[in-house]
């Protein structure tokens, strides 16, 4: 079974700071997603990473498969940008299963 | 504009009271999953339809059913609600359902009370 740890598991952070969420994992994936859930509301999807980088808007995502890990970082953040991010993998081809880390609460102050 | 859409966002119910919760999608995806996330919790799949391909995950409970009469609608069918049930209950998506590089759509989620 594949472990999913996220850290930090909260962080506060000025408006402004440049911010990295950081994910690790146990075992092999074929993908990782970021997800992205405000308080009491669904969860979108920023992000499906299976090697290199991605880019939209102000975030950026990595992934280094042979160290089985991958951050999020937010440039220039915003209190809109507040929420729980989500890292999650899903272990192989043909797999369905997403597992999930617990999440990394973050507070964007003005 | 909404692509996975859940209904109701709040769902308030009565113990032992059975309730169905709804998800319909615009993306014509073969795959709708269920998952339960409850209070600082992460999210856990209870079953998917792939197209009309019922699975139900090892530990999901008897208690919940899920129907997908056609490719657009799905519902999650709670016979007898406990108040363990009370969580956010959120459907996704994707188009297939194999390969791992299958992006997940997800709706806004169903926050529910048991009373």
């Known amino acids: 079974k594949n472990e999913v740890e996220q850290s930090p598991q909260n962080l506060t952070a000025q408006e402004g700071e440049f911010i990295t969420i950081n994910c690790s994992y146990s075992v092999g994936i074929s993908a990782l997603h970021w997800l992205q859930q405000h308080p009491g509301g669904g969860i979108v999807s920023l992000f499906m990473?299976?090697?290199g980088k991605k880019k939209h808007g102000r975030l950026i995502a990595t992934i280094n498969i042979q160290e089985k890990h991958s951050s999020l970082h937010i440039t220039a953040s915003h209190p809109r940008d507040s929420a729980v991010y989500i890292c999650?993998?899903?272990?192989?081809?043909?797999?369905?299963?997403?597992?999930f880390g617990k999440g990394t609460k973050l507070s964007v102050i003005p | 504009d909404a692509m996975v859409i859940q209904n109701p966002r709040y769902q308030v119910t009565q113990f032992g009271k059975p309730v169905t919760l709804s998800c319909s999608q615009t993306l014509n995806h073969n795959v709708m999953y269920w998952y339960q996330q409850k209070s600082s919790q992460a999210p856990k799949l209870l079953f998917h339809?792939?197209?009309?391909?019922?699975?139900n995950e090892a530990d999901t409970p008897d208690n919940f059913q899920s129907r997908r009469p056609n490719t657009s609608f799905c519902f999650l069918d709670i016979r007898s609600p406990g108040l363990g049930d009370a969580a956010m209950y959120l459907c996704a998506t994707s188009p297939r359902l194999a390969g791992g590089n299958e992006k997940l759509f997800f709706g806004s989620g169903t926050q529910l009370s048991v009373l």
């Open positions: 339809y792939y197209d009309k391909d019922f699975n």
């Open positions: 999650a993998v899903r272990s192989g081809a043909g797999s369905y299963q997403l597992t």
């Open positions: 990473l299976s090697s």
